[in-house]
């Protein structure tokens, strides 16, 4: 196993300097993680510095609460893309979830679907955390009818983060027409490769190097 090409090596504290996230770049680029993850100002210089790599950009988007209109998160998810982002990782309508309003949900969700090209992938954040189990399947089936290629357990920035047992529940529900990615509290070689043998084909972590090193490094986004 390649742990290293399962990571989307994240930033996305709001206090994050130019210079930071370009470390984090050349720490994607010198340990071959599949992509940086990031807040979407950053988009365009991430992009020139990664050009001439195999490092992909993943956007967030509607980060971290969910609760920007559905115009505004397509919108967002336009011009990231147009500056140059190959994923989208946005949060779901949360609040919206919980209220039973499902069909909400799922144009939130198409809105900013129908914005992607061919090669983009859109990975849907449930936010685990603040879902009970019934509301963690039907968020992963709305992701799912939706067109999302990922549902995706946390944003790192609420009460809790992946388990393993929320990345087994998300992929007996999805089945193998969607993919999982597990992110929030990944510190460490151990939980990482937990996380892939629950069913995670993408790990997102800040503590990437340790995760690879096998040691533990700071879960801060």
């Known amino acids: 196993m390649n742990l290293s090409r399962y990571i989307d090596h994240t930033i996305l504290k709001p206090d994050a300097t130019k210079a930071e996230v370009l470390a984090v770049c050349q720490e994607a680029v010198d340990h071959g993680f599949y992509s940086v993850c990031i807040n979407p100002v950053h988009v365009p210089f991430v992009k020139e510095a990664l050009e001439a790599t195999d490092v ?3 956007a967030v988007i509607g980060f971290p609460l969910g609760a920007s209109q559905t ?3 397509a919108f967002e998810t336009r011009r990231a ?3 140059g982002a190959d994923e989208i990782d946005m949060v779901m309508n949360i609040g919206a979830l ?3 309003d499902y069909e909400k949900v799922l144009r939130d ?3 900013v679907r129908k914005v992607l090209g061919k090669s983009n992938l859109l990975k849907v954040i449930l936010e685990t955390c603040l879902l009970n189990q019934d509301e963690k399947i039907k968020a992963c089936e709305i992701a799912k009818a939706a067109g999302a290629h990922y549902v995706k357990t946390s944003t790192g920035f609420s009460t809790g983060g992946a388990t393993v047992e929320d990345v087994k529940l998300m ?3 999805v089945g193998d ?3 999982v990615k597990a992110s929030g509290g990944i510190r460490d070689t151990e939980k990482a490769l937990a996380m892939i043998e629950a069913g995670a084909s993408r790990i997102g972590a800040s503590a990437s190097v340790a995760i690879l ?3 533990e490094g700071s879960s801060a986004y």
């Open 71 to 73: 115009a505004v998160k």
């Open 109 to 111: 969700i198409q809105e």
């Open 81 to 83: 893309l147009e500056e």
């Open 177 to 179: 027409d969607v993919l």
């Open 56 to 58: 992909k950009v993943t």
């Open 171 to 173: 992929k007996a529900t």
């Open 98 to 100: 919980k209220d039973g």
């Open 213 to 215: 090193h096998g040691t």
